[in-house]
């Protein structure tokens, strides 16, 4: 056992738990004075962001994180020409990121795939690493294949047991090609899902919001949906699901050009609850349910 383990393992022992949270809640509000100084002069590094090209999938999973299963119909797809003008609208106030997944709903059902990979690859040394975040049920098509070896993205493919040989299949072939997959297995049945909250759920009372957002693990989930950078890719498509008011602190639209540099800068720097998390239950104290449950198809 490593020496950090048998730390925490001991000041876990000897500190009560809810002395550890606060601790824990301080050190995530406190903010390095350089962080926010570089992303004002528009040299902010994200470290993860997540592409979102829409909310269709072959899926109906009752505790989609995304809420896709629920979305409005004309969230199905994202038109591409807007989607280029958003990446390239935000590479021009950022210095790069880390790390970018694309997902739906399911990417492989998205039209304009292969284009989006293509247009992602031209910023290829603002970017570490693409991958695209997919249930493993499609088979791609070989155009798409040939984009992903080009631009050298990766794809992570959640096995849900659903269409567990299909997603065997797709691994085997994207390996073949020399894409580097990530394989995350829960077809044994029995892996589990944060039950984030369904449309017709109760929340917890509202003096828990900013807790319940800073202990959430995915407050640091950046995402690019429709114009829009939210902290998690949950917020834009559950307004419309679950019906309620947003505050203009809750993203940064992308195509509302004056001041943009200033209002990604403190977006990315002064983090706060969105209104989202009023109607969420996060993931530090959510139930939880099994992974992938199938809602009936209507």
Same mark, same amino acid.
């Given at each position: 056992?490593?020496?950090?383990?048998?730390?925490?393992?001991?000041?876990?022992?000897?500190?009560?738990?809810?002395?550890?949270?606060?601790?824990?809640?301080?050190?995530?509000?406190?903010?390095?004075?350089?962080?926010?100084?570089?992303?004002?002069?528009?040299?902010?590094?994200? *470290?993860?962001?997540?592409?979102?090209?829409?909310?269709?999938?072959?899926?109906?999973?009752?505790?989609?994180?995304?809420?896709?299963?629920?979305?409005?119909?004309?969230?199905?797809?994202?038109?591409?020409?807007?989607?280029?003008? *958003?990446?390239?609208?935000?590479?021009?106030?950022?210095?790069?990121?880390?790390?970018?997944?694309?997902?739906?709903?399911?990417?492989?059902?998205?039209?304009?795939?292969?284009?989006?990979?293509?247009?992602?690859?031209?910023?290829?040394?603002?970017?570490?690493?693409?991958?695209?975040?997919?249930?493993?049920?499609?088979?791609?098509?070989?155009?798409?294949?040939?984009?992903?070896?080009?631009?050298?993205?990766?794809?992570?493919?959640?096995?849900?047991?659903?269409?567990?040989?299909?997603?065997?299949?797709?691994?085997?072939?994207?390996?073949?090609?020399?894409?580097?997959?990530?394989?995350?297995?829960?077809?044994?049945? *029995?892996?589990?899902?944060?039950?984030?909250?369904?449309?017709?759920?109760?929340?917890?009372?509202?003096?828990?919001?900013?807790?319940?957002?800073?202990?959430?693990?995915?407050?640091?989930?950046?995402?690019?949906?429709?114009?829009?950078?939210?902290?998690?890719?949950?917020?834009?498509?559950?307004?419309?699901?679950?019906?309620?008011?947003?505050?203009?602190?809750?993203?940064? *639209?992308?195509?509302?050009?004056?001041?943009?540099?200033?209002?990604?800068?403190?977006?990315?720097?002064?983090?706060?609850?969105?209104?989202?998390?009023?109607?969420?239950?996060?993931?530090?104290?959510?139930?939880?349910?099994?992974?992938?449950?199938?809602?009936?198809?209507?």
């Amino acid at each position: 056992m490593r020496l950090g383990q048998i730390l925490k393992k001991s000041i876990k022992r000897f500190l009560p738990e809810s002395f550890l949270e606060s601790l824990i809640y301080v050190r995530r509000r406190l903010i390095s004075p350089v962080r926010i100084i570089e992303a004002y002069r528009g040299n902010a590094i994200i *470290d993860v962001m997540v592409i979102c090209v829409g909310q269709r999938c072959n899926f109906r999973c009752r505790d989609c994180g995304n809420m896709a299963p629920y979305s409005p119909k004309n969230h199905g797809s994202y038109p591409i020409e807007e989607m280029k003008e *958003d990446v390239n609208m935000l590479f021009q106030h950022i210095r790069g990121i880390k790390s970018i997944q694309i997902q739906g709903g399911e990417p492989f059902l998205y039209e304009h795939l292969g284009e989006l990979l293509d247009y992602l690859g031209g910023y290829s040394a603002f970017i570490d690493n693409i991958y695209i975040a997919s249930n493993g049920s499609i088979l791609p098509k070989e155009e798409i294949l040939e984009s992903m070896v080009r631009n050298h993205i990766g794809l992570r493919i959640s096995d849900y047991g659903i269409s567990h040989e299909k997603a065997k299949e797709v691994r085997r072939i994207c390996e073949k090609q020399g894409i580097h997959v990530r394989y995350y297995e829960f077809a044994e049945g *029995d892996a589990m899902w944060y039950r984030m909250g369904r449309p017709d759920d109760t929340y917890s009372p509202d003096e828990n919001i900013s807790k319940r957002f800073f202990f959430c693990a995915y407050r640091t989930c950046l995402t690019l949906e429709n114009g829009r950078l939210y902290h998690c890719s949950r917020a834009y498509n559950a307004h419309y699901v679950q019906n309620f008011a947003e505050k203009k602190k809750d993203y940064v *639209d992308l195509r509302q050009t004056k001041e943009l540099r200033k209002k990604i800068a403190h977006y990315l720097t002064f983090t706060t609850y969105m209104e989202a998390c009023r109607y969420c239950n996060g993931s530090h104290h959510a139930p939880r349910e099994l992974a992938a449950a199938q809602m009936e198809k209507q």
